[in-house]
Structures are given as structure tokens and as C-alpha cells.
């Protein structure tokens, strides 16, 4: 039995061991979108985990969803994320690009463009502008001569990743952005051939893999969902239509040879994960996390159990650039300061100490 410290080949990629540092959300990069300095520095830090899925990355200016988050459209913001990849090879690690379409979780102050959703359907909350919090506004329901367009952008935003370096991609189809608000019944109300049944709701899903797969090949293609994770009002709360949806997913995900699907869900076990998990039958992450930040022991169960082919990680990436070391060799872990999260700059970023320099600090 594998355990997290076993190489792993998924598809193209070749992880020296089992721990995927989550993709993560840090706002660092410029107003422009071009990864900055700290992100270089960051992301070479973390080179030891097994492979580094970057933070939600927009593929087209109308699918940026925060303000400080980086893209993958202009020249500026590849030659950045180039200076990133090369350093994260440099130490020896590989990365894939989380290539991310906000969908109705933006606002036109932070992307500068209208909102884009499968249907009319705002998010009950407010997200935060570069001048302060703002409701989340009513989305334009993109038109089905439009949908062509959002595959155009997965399919650039990705070889624009491959041309800046990534190893490749991972699509987002979780946490209510837009892939993910296609899937869902309460983001999608449409009544065309991208609404209704399962067959339907997984469509534009299928549509924008099968494109990236055919632009960059499927070695290098990986796709994140999170069924049941109910969150930015997306809520999927009826098991037989969850199973429906993404066992339909997965089914046809299935034939175009994928490097991985990555899944958050807290039940790894369960009859849902692992169910979609043999539907899918190639190389399958899990992410157990976000009650509880994930811990060495789940993270070691998971492999002793045979329930995921690799871990991924959020919140001990963030606070240990070391992790696989310290992991391996079971030596404590620094604390995640939560109010630095998001700050700016180095704080809370790239000033995680490693253990050996823990030990320096405290000699
Ligand atoms: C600060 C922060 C930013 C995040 N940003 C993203 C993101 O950009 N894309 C994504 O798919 N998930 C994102 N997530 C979710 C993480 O990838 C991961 O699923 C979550 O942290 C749970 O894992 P953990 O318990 O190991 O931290 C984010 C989570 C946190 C805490």
C-alpha cells in the first residue's frame, strides 16, 4: 500500500510524493493581475509537495473574482507566472495552474465586466471590492451563443498556462464558481440544453475538458469538484440528485483519460466519493478539509485506508513551507496565523518559518 510519501504518476505528471499543496486564494498578486515577487518566493518555498495546484486563476478578464488575484490573459501575467513556474522547478517541484471562472461570485468593481452566470440568479452576501464590501449583484445569464465563448477561454486560459510554464491544469469546477453553478440546481434554473437534467447540467462541464483535452492533451488536464459542499448559495442538498449529476460527470469525464480528478467532500469514505471515485477510474485526490484544517493523521489514513491516490492540503501548506519534511518525519508544524491571510505582502506569506529555521529562531 502506498502511503503519502510513495511517488505517483497521474497522467503526465510525476509527483515525488503524495501531499498536493490546495489551490489557495491569497491576493497577492498586482491591480493588473501579474504575480508579484512574494507569489516567486511563496510558491518556491512549498516546491517539496508533491505537486502545487496554484490559487483560482482567470482565464478571461469577466471570470476574475477577487481583487489581487492573478491571470492567466496577458502577457504581463505569463511572463509572471513564468518567473513562478521556474522557480518552483528550479527546487525540483512541478505546479498546475487552477484555471477559475468566477461565474456570479464577482462583481463588475472587481473585474471591471458583468457578471456572468449560467442563469439570473444572485448570491445572497456581499463580496468585497477594492473600496469595501458590496452585495453580490443580479448575474447576466449567459445566452447559449455565449457558452461557445466561456469554452474559448478555459481552452486559452490553459495553453496560456502550458506557454507560462505549468506542468497543467487543473480545472475549477468547485465551490460555486461557474463550472460548478452549471452543476448545481439552485444556480441553474435553465430550461435549454444546459439546464434541467443531469445530462444537461454536466454539459458545459464536459464541454470545457474536452476542449482543454484536445488543446493541451489529457496528461495534463486534471478538474476539481466538491459536491454537498454548499457554499455562495449553491446548495445540493438531495443525495439522488447529487449522485445523478456527478456520477454523469464522471462517466463521461471517464473516457477522455484525465491525469486526476481532484474531490472535496468530508466524507472520503462514503459511499459519494468512492463511488465517484470508481466511476472515474484514474488517479483521485482528496480533500477531507475546511471544518477542520487537514492533519498528518487523516492525511496518513487516507493512503493507509486506500481511499485517495494523493492528499491534497490547504491550510498546513499555508502555514509550512516544509510540510512533507516535517511530515515525514513527524516534527510539529507551525500555526496558521488566520488575520494574515489575506494581508498584504510578505506577512503571513513568506515569512512561515521552516523547522530547521524555527530552530535558529529559538536557539
Ligand atoms: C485562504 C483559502 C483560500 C482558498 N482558495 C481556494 C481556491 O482558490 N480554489 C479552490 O478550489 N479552493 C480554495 N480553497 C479551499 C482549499 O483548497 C481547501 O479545499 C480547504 O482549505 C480545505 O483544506 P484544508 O482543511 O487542508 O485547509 C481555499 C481555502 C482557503 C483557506
Known amino acids: 500500500m502506498p502511503d503519502l510519501f ?29 504575480p508579484t515577487d512574494v507569489m516567486v518566493e511563496h510558491y518556491a518555498q512549498r516546491a ?8 483560482g486563476t482567470f482565464p478571461s478578464p469577466a471570470g476574475k473574482g477577487f ?31 487552477q484555471v477559475m471562472h468566477a461565474g456570479r461570485a464577482s462583481h463588475p468593481d472587481i473585474s471591471g465586466h458583468p457578471v456572468e452566470a449560467p442563469s439570473a440568479l444572485a448570491i445572497d452576501g456581499e463580496t468585497r471590492t477594492a473600496t469595501g464590501k458590496v452585495a453580490y449583484p443580479v448575474p447576466h445569464a449567459l445566452e447559449l451563443d455565449e457558452l461557445p465563448g466561456i469554452v474559448k477561454a478555459f481552452v486559452t486560459g490553459s495553453q496560456n498556462a ?16 461557474l463550472l460548478h453553478e452549471f452543476l448545481g440546481s439552485t444556480s441553474n434554473v435553465r430550461t435549454d440544453a444546459y439546464g434541467g437534467t443531469p445530462e444537461n447540467r454536466i454539459r458545459l462541464v464536459v464541454e470545457v475538458a474536452t476542449a482543454v483535452v484536445a488543446q493541451i492533451g489529457a496528461g495534463r488536464v486534471g478538474i476539481r469538484i466538491s459536491p454537498e459542499r454548499n457554499i ?19 462517466d463521461a469525464l471517464a473516457p477522455l483519460g484525465l491525469a486526476f480528478v481532484s474531490i472535496l467532500h468530508p466524507d472520503a469514505a462514503g459511499t459519494l466519493v468512492q463511488g465517484l471515485r470508481a466511476r472515474f477510474g484514474g488517479p483521485y485526490f482528496v480533500n477531507t478539509g475546511f471544518a477542520e484544517a487537514t492533519t498528518r493523521d487523516e492525511a496518513a489514513a487516507l493512503m493507509v485506508d486506500g481511499l485517495a491516490d494523493a492528499v491534497v492540503v490547504g491550510r498546513a501548506a499555508i502555514a509550512n513551507p516544509d510540510l512533507v519534511h516535517r511530515w515525514r518525519e513527524d ?6 496565523v488566520p488575520e494574515t491571510i ?16 524555527a530552530g535558529l529562531r529559538a536557539s
Not at 82 to 96: F, L, N, S, W
Not at 162 to 177: P, Q, R, S, T
Open 342 to 357: 489575506y494581508a498584504e505582502g510578505a506577512t503571513g506569506y513568506t515569512d512561515y518559518p521552516t523547522h530547521g529555521e
Open 48 to 55: 517539496s509537495l508533491g505537486l502545487i495546484v496554484s490559487e
Open 6 to 34: 510513495t511517488p505517483l504518476s497521474a497522467g503526465d505528471l510525476s509527483l515525488a510524493n503524495r501531499i498536493v499543496m490546495a489551490p489557495l486564494t491569497r491576493t497577492r498578486a498586482g491591480v493588473d493581475g501579474v
Open 232 to 250: 455562495q448559495g449553491l446548495i445540493e442538498d438531495d443525495r439522488a440528485d447529487v449522485d445523478a449529476v456527478y456520477g454523469a460527470l464522471m
Open 331 to 336: 516534527l510539529g508544524q507551525n500555526a496558521l
Open 162 to 177: 502550458i506557454d507560462a510554464g505549468f506542468d497543467g491544469v487543473e480545472l475549477h469546477a468547485a465551490n460555486g464558481y
Open 67 to 97: 481583487v489581487g488575484q492573478p491571470g492567466l490573459v496577458t502577457p504581463e501575467q505569463l511572463a509572471g507566472w513564468r518567473r513562478v513556474t521556474d522557480a518552483v522547478h528550479e527546487r525540483g517541484g512541478i505546479m498546475v495552474a
